[in-house]
């Protein structure tokens, strides 16, 4: 199969035949086409997903179809965020590396990714609905946003190759569009692909639906991240996107990759962790999850504080690009003055990571793509309860976003609302 065919997606029957000539791929598990063993695995909203085990090791096949999985082939989709995705993942290997699966082979044409399989790992989310406690996450996850969000942007890169990768990315038009009306819109409407748990969450929504202080500032925040082309964002950095063991972490599916705000990246993230939180409740069956939440907690404060004084370790050691040139302050002797403008950058990333935070919380309950930490509650009286209070917290964090000062006054919050008794 090479990059000229047109393109046709591959299936578990075929996918041996189409590609068993493939030299990248056979080279990892083995040229013996008739002992390949094919799952389909994916799981996502968007993509084909495929493990390949053959003699001598595997590999997974990521092909991404001309149209949205989750709905079908009435909301096409075009195949080129394949290309994103892997000069993404290239890019984030260059500037986090160990953080992102290997590639071995892409095909342009049969957008298609041919990358290393990841085992044991699971997804993050998974291990977090089962309750297990990842020493490492935070750290991880913390160094790659860091070093990511720093090496992306026009505090490190050359201005001249930053601006031709912006342009590169700018193309991803479909998949920020995704994110412009599902994450900063959809949930303050009565948009069409949108659900929610009814009828306990009917009254919710119709205020969430009706509080035009939360609309303005989705809006706000939506205006951020369309004109903030600050750094190549990961674009969709949920725990849905990051595969784990006790010891690795792993962030894969960069489709959504353009130049946005820092902010954006971390917001998404952490609202995730904030989510599971709210969501522990549903998954008490086989016992309490106290532990659990106060972990949870931890990692949203020990993910923010790596973040930071790694992103401020870069900031100190490889200010090469042209914002904040040290010829205006460390060359002069003048090193406060370089450790003023990184606060004050601190500082926004902070308050705009907020409200990021509080609409994807908002859009993960209301819109069309929930997560699992909510939707694996089959009892909709509890789920509803969960969502209520995550919903609440939401709303707290992106509407005030201004006036919180630090991760634990928002986990002070976090907690009141997790353990009200009537929402
Ligand atoms: C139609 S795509 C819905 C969601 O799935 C992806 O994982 C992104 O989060 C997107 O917003
Ligand atoms: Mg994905």
Known sequence: MTGKSPFEA??????????????????????????????????????????????????????????????GDSWPLPLKRSFFEYHALTRQQARAPGSVPAIYHFDEGQALIIMEYLSPHIILRRALIEGRQLPNIARDIGLFMARTLFRGSDLSMATKDRKADLALFADNVELCDI???????????????????????????AELRADRDLKVEAQRLKHIFAANAETLLHGDLHSGSIMVTDSETRMIDPEFAFYGPIAFD???????????????RGHEQSGKRDAMRAYLLDVTVETWSVFRSEFSHLWRTERTGMLYQKSLFEDQGDRLGAEQALDQMLQQ????????????????????????????????DLRATCEAKALKFGRHIAVNRRQIHSIDEVNTLATLIERENRI
């Open 179 to 205: 994110t412009e009306n599902l994450v900063f819109s959809d949930p303050y409407f009565d948009a069409k692909l949108n659900r929610h748990t009814s009828p306990q969450l009917d009254r919710i929504v």
């Open 349 to 380: 990333v902070w308050t705009d990571m907020l409200g990021f935070a509080g609409v994807e919380v908002h859009r993960r309950i209301l819109g069309l793509a929930h997560n699992a930490d909510f939707e694996t509650i089959a009892d909709a």
């Open 10 to 71: 591959l299936s578990v029957e075929t996918l041996a035949a189409r590609l068993g000539a493939n030299e990248a791929l056979c080279s990892h598990i083995g040229k013996d086409t008739a002992r390949w063993k094919v799952r389909e695995v994916g799981d996502g909203n968007l993509n084909l997903v495929f493990i390949v085990e053959g003699t001598t090791g595997a590999a997974v096949v990521k092909q991404a179809l001309p149209y949205v999985r989750l709905v």
């Open 266 to 280: 971390v917001g998404m993230l952490l609202a995730n962790f904030w989510m599971a939180f709210f969501s522990q």
